[in-house]
């Protein structure tokens, strides 16, 4: 009986020092409660980085399309420079020839 008894204590203590080790290892409600708060931060501050990427995304293509625009108008006014420059030319030539026909006579 004696022996009995000792067993019953032996594994009362086992139980409780189980019980102290659960009782440890879990997690507070204010811990999870600072765990959820931690993690909505993070989703905040990664919605808010997410929303800033998009609006730096849209703002390059604006600027994209302006430069490629930008583009577009100095090739136009080069074109119109050359072909200004050609017909200069052409003008100064005949305004040379011109000029001979009325010196040579």
């Known amino acids: 009986?004696?022996?009995?008894?000792?067993n019953k204590w032996v594994g009362t203590i086992f139980c409780?020092?189980?019980?102290?080790?659960?009782?440890?290892?879990?997690?507070?409600?204010?811990?999870?409660?600072?765990?959820?708060?931690?993690v909505q931060q993070?989703?905040?501050?990664?919605?808010?980085?997410?929303?800033?990427?998009?609006?730096?995304?849209?703002?390059?293509d604006e600027c994209s399309m302006d430069a490629?625009?930008?583009?577009?108008?100095?090739?136009a006014a080069a074109e119109d420079a050359e072909m200004s420059a050609r017909k200069a030319e052409r003008m100064a030539d005949k305004s040379s020839?011109?000029?001979d026909k009325?010196?040579?006579k």
Do not use: P, W
């Not at 009986?1 to 000792?6: D, F, Q, R, T």
């Not at 102290?20 to 708060?37: H, K, M, P, R």
């Not at 490629?68 to 090739?75: F, G, I, K, L, V």
């Open 68 to 75: 490629e625009q930008s583009a577009q108008r100095a090739e």
């Open 16 to 38: 409780l020092l189980l019980l102290g080790l659960f009782l440890t290892g879990c997690a507070t409600t204010s811990q999870l409660e600072n765990l959820e708060q931690r």
């Open 42 to 60: 993070v989703e905040d501050t990664s919605n808010m980085a997410l929303e800033k990427a998009e609006a730096a995304e849209m703002a390059a």
């Open 97 to 99: 020839k011109i000029f």
């Open 1 to 6: 009986m004696k022996k009995v008894i000792h």
């Open 102 to 104: 009325v010196t040579s």
